[in-house]
């Protein structure tokens, strides 16, 4: 194998590489691009579902201290049957 011929086999590997490493390189590229996206969507979903959970509780909060409201006031009720019972009860 002479020089010249050599050399056009040496070029032509160099040029199969660089497009290789062209070719990865553009695939790495894609593939951190694509991962940086799936984690701006997964972080802006758990940003929704944080406010979503935050609503949630809020509201919890409120129909607990409903809850608590509707408890007192039915004991003050029944409470207030009580005493009527025993104003209509039997005279003895």
Do not use: W, Y
Not at 56 to 70: I, N, S
């Amino acid at each position: 194998m002479d020089a010249t011929t050599l050399g056009a086999v040496l070029a032509c590997v160099g040029v199969l590489s660089g497009s290789v490493v062209a070719f990865l390189g553009k695939r790495g590229d894609t593939a951190v691009t694509r991962f940086n996206s799936v984690t701006d969507q997964v972080q802006e979903e758990r940003n929704r579902a944080a406010e979503l959970l935050a609503t949630a509780q809020a509201e919890l909060v409120a129909l607990h201290a409903q809850r608590h409201e509707d408890l007192v006031e039915m004991t003050r009720l029944q409470i207030r049957i009580a005493h009527l019972e025993g104003d209509h009860g039997d005279p003895d």
